[in-house]
């Protein structure tokens, strides 16, 4: 460990010298801790330059720093194989024009070494862009930019009041961090896995490239569909995408997949061992090789990589054994809140559970609950948060709760309700409507001081408030059912497949000769599962378009271009849409499909108009996502991934894994032309899961509220005829005397 440090730091101080120029003549803009130049001009980064706004590195909004010492921090991650060699922030803010300017500024640091003090002046209060440089020696792999307000608005002997509505400034989330990168060699060492592939402090989404010697097999398909599984768990929020490459070497970080005697031009194969997986140099960068003798040892050492069953030291690792687990019970995977029982928030907590001052940060909770969480009552989901604020004498101080940006319910907190000691309680109902597969839960505290004494001194830090440990989530009255189609679900939620994290109930099913792009596509979205259930996909299955008829009581994953699928009649039949060699066509919608969709407030020939729209105009260059039920088995999912004639599979799939895209993936439909998605509410309706009989009977008069007074009349009838056999059956009894 010593002398990787120290190689790091050798490397580091090389290139340091080699950019001292470009040091020097950034230095010289500047004149002292506080100067500054204005009127930023980019400067002429190469290709392994980054410019981050602050909006890439998470923050969604403008920051706003209040009071006399306000304060936020900006984290920033770097790749642990890169290291910075010229650096500069372009500073966009505005600020309060009543300030006192002699004492007013504002400090930039980088991991606490202050970088910059800018004084604020009248002629900055109406927006200013500033440009400044940094010394690129401060950045680490884990890095903080933090920014420290410190304003005054009170003339000589006059009383301040800390928390004025005149001590403002706001940095715009559009000011960006100019960053220029240089390479940091490190040897092969599989034990960094799944580093320098992926890196977790690279914030951007994961772009890996799968190489095989030829078309793959299904068996090598499933072999890679783990790993590309295994690296979008990793992967998480950020996604993953996997391009793929037939017979060629790829460029960089890349994975590598070879059977026998290698043919990939440098490529080494397994050797004696029977199946092993080697990390070796690829030309500034790294190549994973799994090598087996044959397509069943490739997916043993598959497997046994997945599960962490192959010790992963050095250069290359063989495959000593594989212990298969069963397969997992559904909803059973680490990233699902599990709703039999309470969920610790601690354990979701994104930051600290404390705060101090009197504009605080949120202490915020990001949990996954499963796709198909149907909840039977509307208080089915109640947060009890534990807290403990200082004693607060001020009126209107509270504590707010909020689920995904939508508030939930709040508690004042005065001298009464409040203890640095002792905790209590709220509890908080979280709107149905409100709640996805992945959310994020807010406690805000907003502490308020008492201004009933003018001038009197007050310390911002005596303001404390905390959420306690123990804080929970409770889910009571709940099922697991879906109304499907329902393609958001699997853009967010990863659902049907997600349902077993180790995809035991699924099956891919390509076309015979799979094409690049189609292998691409199936290993994006197979990362993408991966991505929501953080496991590995061992248990998965790979078929051709020819075995359809065997794949019952499964869910299926098709992928491919239209015409090399060629998918028969009776399964294009139960699809939305089809592609011929000619044209897109649109599956007619039934007269008692379309009155189905109008009880259950669907409008299934509006989205027709507007999808057919965007085929006249995409035709044969369309790519499409669809879901319909299995024409196998009732309650079972196919979701079809496919294209035109011109069109890419893979968008599809990029549709999955880009937020910007999987926002419109919905319905039974997708339409993916060029940069455009759209999704519609059209297909025929199924469902998954089971309902209790009180709720399905309950659930059903709701949706035919027609029929309860023909049932009504029914039933009356009913009664009545069973109360006049009785009574003629009593009868009968007294004149027979046995009454």
Same mark, same amino acid.
């Given at each position: 460990?010593?002398?990787?440090?120290?190689?790091?730091?050798?490397?580091?101080?090389?290139?340091?010298?080699?950019?001292?120029? +470009?040091?020097?003549?950034?230095?010289?803009? #500047?004149?002292? /801790?506080?100067?500054?130049?204005?009127?930023?001009?980019? *400067?002429? @980064?190469?290709?392994?330059?980054?410019?981050?706004?602050?909006? &890439?590195?998470?923050?969604?909004?403008?920051?706003?720093?209040?009071? #006399? @010492?306000?304060?936020?921090?900006?984290?920033?991650?770097?790749? /642990? &194989?890169?290291?910075?060699?010229? +650096?500069?922030?372009?500073?966009?803010?505005?600020?309060?024009?009543?300030?006192?300017?002699?004492?007013?500024?504002?400090?930039?640091?980088?991991?606490?070494?202050?970088?910059?003090?800018?004084?604020?002046?009248?002629?900055?209060?109406?927006?200013?862009?500033?440009?400044?440089?940094?010394?690129?020696?401060?950045?680490?792999?884990?890095?903080?930019?933090?920014?420290?307000?410190?304003?005054?608005?009170?003339?000589?002997?006059?009383?301040?009041?800390?928390?004025?509505?005149?001590?403002?400034?706001d940095i715009s989330n559009d000011s960006r961090l100019l960053l220029e990168l240089a390479p940091l060699p490190l040897a092969p060492d599989l034990e960094r896995l799944p580093a320098p592939l992926f890196d977790a402090s690279d914030s951007r989404m994961l772009t890996l490239p799968f190489s095989f010697e030829g078309a793959p097999s299904s068996e090598q398909v499933r072999?890679?569909?783990?790993?590309?599984?295994?690296?979008?768990?990793?992967?998480?929020?950020?996604?993953?995408?996997?391009?793929?490459? =037939?017979?060629?070497?790829?460029?960089?970080?890349?994975?590598?997949?070879? #059977?026998?005697?290698?043919?990939?031009?440098?490529?080494?194969?397994?050797?004696?061992?029977? +199946?092993?997986?080697?990390?070796?140099?690829?030309?500034?960068?790294?190549?994973?090789?799994?090598?087996?003798?044959?397509?069943?040892?490739?997916?043993? *050492?598959?497997?046994?990589?997945?599960?962490?069953?192959?010790?992963?030291?050095?250069?290359?690792?063989?495959?000593s054994g594989l212990n298969l687990p069963a397969p997992r019970p559904p909803w059973s995977s680490p990233r699902w809140v599990d709703p039999s029982q309470p969920f610790r928030l601690a354990s979701a907590a994104v930051g600290p559970l404390s705060v101090a001052g009197l504009v605080p940060g949120p202490v915020g909770f990001e949990f996954n609950l499963p796709p198909d969480l149907f909840l039977l009552e509307d208080d089915g989901v109640e947060a009890r948060l534990r807290y403990r604020a200082a004693p607060v004498t001020a009126a209107n101080s509270a504590l707010n709760a909020s689920i995904n940006g939508q508030f939930a319910g709040s508690v004042r907190l005065d001298a009464k309700a409040t203890s640095a000691t002792t905790a209590r309680e709220l509890k908080v109902v979280l709107p149905p409507g409100s709640l996805r597969s992945r959310n994020r839960l807010d406690a805000q505290f907003h502490f308020r001081?008492?201004?009933?004494?003018?001038?009197?001194? @007050?310390?911002?830090?005596?303001?404390?408030?905390?959420?306690?440990?123990?804080?929970?989530?409770?889910?009571?009255?709940?099922?697991?059912?879906?109304?499907?189609?329902?393609?958001?679900?699997?853009? &967010?939620?990863? =659902?049907?497949?997600?349902?077993?994290?180790?995809?035991?109930?699924?099956?891919?099913?390509?076309?015979?000769?799979?094409?690049?792009? &189609?292998?691409?596509a199936a290993l994006t979205v197979l990362g993408h599962i991966g991505r929501w259930t953080?496991?590995?996909?061992?248990?998965?299955?790979?078929?051709?378009?020819?075995?359809?008829?065997?794949?019952?009581?499964?869910?299926?994953?098709? #992928?491919?271009?239209?015409?090399?699928?060629?998918?028969?009649?009776?399964?294009?039949?139960?699809?939305?849409?089809?592609?011929?060699?000619?044209?897109?066509?649109?599956?007619?919608?039934?007269?008692?499909?379309?009155?189905?969709?109008?009880?259950?407030?669907?409008?299934?020939?509006?989205?027709?108009?507007?999808?057919?729209?965007?085929?006249?105009?995409?035709?044969?260059?369309?790519?499409?996502?669809?879901?319909y039920e299995s024409p196998l088995s009732r309650g079972r999912s196919v979701v079809l991934l496919t294209a035109g004639r011109d069109g890419d599979v893979r968008r599809a799939a990029e549709a999955l894994v880009d937020p910007g895209d999987s926002q419109f993936v919905r319905g039974g439909l997708a339409l993916i032309h060029g940069d455009r998605v759209s999704g519609y509410d059209i297909g025929a309706a199924y469902e998954?899961?089971?309902?209790?009989?009180?709720y399905a009977i309950k659930r059903w008069l709701s949706r035919h509220p027609y029929l309860l007074v023909p049932l009504a009349l029914v039933v009356a009838l009913g009664a009545g005829l069973l109360l006049r056999a009785l009574l003629a059956a009593r009868a009968e009894r007294r004149r027979q005397g046995k009454v």
């Open positions: 460990m010593v002398q990787k440090i120290f190689q790091r730091g050798a490397w580091t101080l090389a290139l340091m010298l080699v950019s001292g120029s +470009a040091l020097a003549a950034a230095a010289e803009g #500047v004149t002292g /801790a506080g100067a500054a130049t204005e009127a930023p001009t980019d *400067l002429a @980064f190469s290709e392994t330059s980054r410019a981050l706004s602050l909006r &890439d590195l998470g923050i969604g909004y403008p920051i706003r720093l209040r009071t #006399v @010492f306000g304060q936020a921090g900006v984290p920033l991650g770097l790749r /642990a &194989d890169q290291v910075v060699t010229r +650096a500069k922030l372009d500073l966009r803010f505005a600020h309060s024009p009543s300030l006192r300017f002699d004492l007013s500024h504002l400090s930039i640091f980088v991991n606490d070494q202050l970088v910059s003090t800018l004084p604020l002046t009248a002629a900055t209060a109406s927006g200013r862009s500033i440009e400044l440089p940094l010394d690129p020696r401060l950045f680490l792999t884990y890095n903080q930019l933090r920014f420290e307000l410190v304003a005054h608005y009170a003339q000589p002997n006059e009383c301040e009041d800390p928390a004025h509505s005149t001590l403002w400034l072999a890679a569909g783990m790993v590309a599984a295994w690296f979008g768990a990793h992967a998480d929020y950020r996604g993953a995408r996997f391009p793929v490459r =037939f017979g060629e070497r790829p460029p960089g970080h890349g994975v590598a997949f070879v #059977v026998g005697s290698s043919s990939l031009p440098g490529v080494p194969a397994a050797g004696g061992a029977r +199946a092993s997986v080697r990390l070796i140099d690829n030309g500034g960068g790294s190549l994973l090789v799994f090598a087996a003798a044959d397509d069943a040892a490739l997916v043993e *050492l598959a497997q046994a990589f997945a599960l962490g069953q192959v010790v992963l030291q050095g250069e290359v690792a063989t495959l001081r008492d201004t009933t004494t003018p001038c009197e001194d @007050f310390d911002t830090s005596a303001l404390q408030g905390s959420i306690d440990p123990e804080s929970e989530l409770s889910i009571r009255h709940y099922a697991h059912f879906m109304e499907m189609p329902a393609l958001e679900r699997l853009a &967010d939620g990863g =659902f049907p497949f997600s349902r077993a994290g180790d995809l035991a109930e699924t099956t891919l099913v390509l076309p015979r000769t799979p094409a690049e792009n &189609d292998v691409a953080g496991e590995a996909a061992t248990r998965l299955e790979v078929a051709s378009a020819d075995a359809l008829t065997t794949l019952a009581n499964r869910d299926l994953l098709i #992928v491919g271009a239209a015409a090399g699928l060629a998918l028969p009649d009776d399964w294009t039949a139960s699809a939305p849409m089809r592609f011929t060699s000619t044209q897109a066509e649109f599956r007619p919608i039934g007269r008692l499909e379309a009155l189905q969709a109008r009880l259950a407030d669907r409008d299934p020939q509006t989205a027709f108009d507007y999808a057919s729209r965007v085929v006249m105009e995409g035709g044969q260059r369309l790519a499409a996502i669809m879901g998954t899961g089971r309902l209790p009989w009180w």
